[in-house]
């Protein structure tokens, strides 16, 4: 099974991928385990790209809305975002035909470079111009080198590529391997299946002896790796070999396969790398974000076991207690009589002649030990052994293994009540676990559309409406995502969400500005103010600029609109947000009701109140699993709900669709 990524994959990915990474502005950074992810944001792309540097396996780009947990790991991680966030990657190179890559960044004024090592024991660092490691994913003493903070960067000893060496190099570096595919993978540097595939296009054995191969096939051999690197470069064709459905390797052109092997094909040489290691990425997430819980978990279930082995304990006793309750209740004439004996002998004639009393009663009872200075003497009747004191009568004797009884059951049934209760909890803890997995692999399957990171709608009559989630996606709508002919709109208050209405150079209806002027009223700051209604203005986009007048000052964030403001009043704020299936997915979507009712499988009305939005996002999320809705609420992301929620609010409608039950809520 393929572990890494060859040099060979490493020159094709560049090759695709480098006009996505150069120019790219590193946006953030997580750490996973080993792994640093960097968040992407490139100016002539809609949303983000996530880098995925793995040291010692891979690097590829996925689409996929990973969301690292952010609590985890947080000192490494704040490391890492102090080096490279806010950097811009200038450009990116591989050191000859090895797997170590070069991100070459520009931070501010410094010019630093990130290093990125996909051989065995590789390490991820970041240089200073000096050339010297500031920050490492983890430290290594190696006979041939020191990676640590403070030392000069030393890249891994390299050889002599094959496409340099003479053909005398050539057969000397095949007899470093036992046969012609090893000496051509251990002494060529050639990855395994560019190694086989040139064997078989020059029809040489692969078994055969490096010893015997001679100048002629060498030469072979060394054209046909040229030419295959040269086409597979120029033209991949990327795969992923799978065996009985699981998956073995990824290439970037097809490779001779086992019988039965199934190949998957794929546009992209990146996609296939990130298809490949989704599960790998997936384990990782799912283990950073599981960590406290899977604690929890393993201290419960110790308790557990604790719990357990005490109440065996105290059920074997009390089934001992209970069998000499018995036979005191059963025999206890016969003991009466015998323990009255015993007394008068001892304090007649001494602990000597208690036996003597065995005499006086049955043969079926025995006394089979005496400890004088206890005044206590063992009874052996019916296979029970019997504790009795001289200076006490039977009746106290049973009263005390009446209360041994009742606290034995006491204290089993409160353990038996604790290990429930902590059963419970674990339970609890593991389905958790188990939509947290779930979620994890729903997210990196999902690819989000490029403007579910604003606020946004879709009209009934097809228009795209996005709004900004803050002031700097306000102002990105405006200088990024505006053309001259889209509709800006903005409450009549200070404070609000620049809202675009993307017309692509069609006429809007008045149907179309009102409902979007929801979302114009709604993300402003007369919803925390609890307004009932606003009036919204809307302009051209080519009326809005970032130029103050002469004289003036514009504050940061701030724009100004010349020419005439249309109006819409008195616009309520009431919002509707609920959850539709949108492929194979669910997503949250926001709007008026007229247009959330016709897409959303559940959805809510919210009004301005007192309840704040993480309690109202949580309760939406409870009364999805009310209605029958329990896959989506374990899919959907509470947060995702939350932060579409314009602040303190009352839930005055619920209702769920497809048949179920409507639910009105008057009181959120």
Not at 95 to 120: H, T, W, Y
Not at 153 to 169: A, G, L, Q
Not at 170 to 199: C, F, H, N, Y
Request: hydrophobic share 40%.
């Amino acid at each position: 099974m393929k572990n890494s990524m060859s040099w060979l994959d490493i020159k094709v990915w560049l090759e695709e991928q480098r006009h996505l990474l150069e120019g790219a502005f590193i946006d953030n950074v997580f750490v996973l385990n080993n792994s640093i992810v960097l968040r992407l944001r490139r100016r002539d792309l809609h949303g983000h790209l996530w880098l995925i540097i793995e040291p010692g396996r891979r690097i590829s780009i996925t689409y996929a809305q990973i969301k690292p947990p952010d609590s985890h790991s947080s000192g490494k991680q704040q490391m890492w975002r102090r080096m490279v966030r806010d950097c811009v990657i200038q450009s990116v190179e591989q050191l000859d035909l090895e797997r170590v890559v070069f991100f070459n960044l520009k931070c501010g004024n410094e010019i630093r470079r990130l290093v990125a090592e996909l051989l065995p024991r590789g390490i991820a660092c970041v240089l200073n111009e000096e050339g010297k490691i500031v920050l490492i994913t983890e430290s290594r003493s190696m006979k041939d080198r020191v990676l640590k903070p403070g030392v000069m960067y030393s890249p891994p000893p390299t050889r002599k590529p094959f496409i340099e060496m003479s053909v005398n190099e050539l057969v000397q570096m095949l007899s470093t391997g036992k046969d012609l595919i090893r000496g051509l993978i251990k002494g060529w540097g050639l990855p395994p299946e560019v190694a086989e595939a040139v064997v078989r296009m020059c029809n040489v054995e692969k078994s055969v002896s490096p010893m015997n191969v001679d100048s002629n096939v060498v030469e072979c051999l060394k054209s046909k790796a040229l030419e295959l690197v040269e086409n597979v470069v120029k033209k991949p064709d990327p795969c992923i070999v799978y065996v009985e459905g699981s998956p073995q390797g990824f290439y970037p052109f097809t490779p001779l396969t086992h019988s039965g092997a199934e190949i998957r094909k794929f546009e992209k040489f990146n996609d296939a790398v990130d298809e490949y290691f989704r599960a790998l990425l997936e384990h990782e997430l799912v283990q950073q974000a599981l960590r406290e819980v899977e604690a929890e978990i393993s201290k419960l279930q110790k308790s557990v076991e604790d719990i357990e082995r005490r109440v065996s304990l105290a059920q074997r006793e009390l089934e001992e207690v209970r069998r000499r309750l018995e036979v005191l209740e059963t025999r206890y004439a016969l003991l009466d009589e015998l323990h009255r004996c015993v007394v008068y002998t001892v304090r007649g004639r001494g602990w000597d002649s208690v036996t003597s009393c065995i005499n006086s009663v049955e043969v079926d009872i025995k006394v089979s030990g005496v400890e004088p200075s206890k005044g206590q003497y063992v009874v052996l009747i019916d296979g029970v052994e019997l504790v009795l004191d001289v200076r006490r009568d039977l009746v106290e004797v049973y009263n005390d293994l009446r209360k041994r009884v009742s606290e034995l059951e006491s204290t089993v049934k409160r353990a038996l009540e604790e290990k429930e209760r902590l059963v419970n909890k674990i339970n609890e803890l593991r389905l958790r676990s188990e939509v947290t997995r779930k979620r994890i692999r729903y997210t990196l399957q999902s690819k989000p559309e490029w403007y579910e990171r604003f606020h946004w709608t879709y009209t009934t009559t097809g228009f795209l409406v996005i709004a900004g989630r803050d002031a700097s996606q306000n102002i990105s709508l405006l200088k990024r995502y505006a053309e001259p002919s889209d509709i800006v709109m903005h409450a009549d208050i200070q404070g609000a969400s620049t809202v675009i209405i993307k017309t692509g150079g069609r006429e809007v209806d008045e149907e179309t500005l009102r409902e979007a002027a929801v979302l114009a009223a709604c993300y402003s700051k007369a919803w925390k103010a609890g307004y009932g209604a606003i009036d919204v203005f809307w302009v051209k986009r080519e009326q809005v600029s970032f130029s103050a007048p002469s004289g003036e000052y514009l504050p940061k964030g701030s724009f100004m609109v010349y020419g005439k403001k249309n109006y819409i009043r008195g616009v309520r704020l009431e919002l509707a947000i609920g959850v539709e299936k949108y492929g194979d997915r669910y997503r949250v979507i926001v709007g008026p009701e007229t247009t959330v009712a016709r897409k959303a499988l559940a959805y809510m009305v919210l009004i301005p109140g007192d309840i704040d939005p993480s309690s109202i996002a949580k309760s939406f999320i409870e009364k999805l699993r009310e209605s029958g809705l329990r896959e989506v609420a374990e899919l959907i992301d509470v947060n995702e709900v939350s932060v579409r929620i314009p602040g303190r609010s009352k839930i005055v409608k619920y209702l769920a669709k497809e048949g179920l039950a409507g639910k009105e809520d008057a009181n959120g």
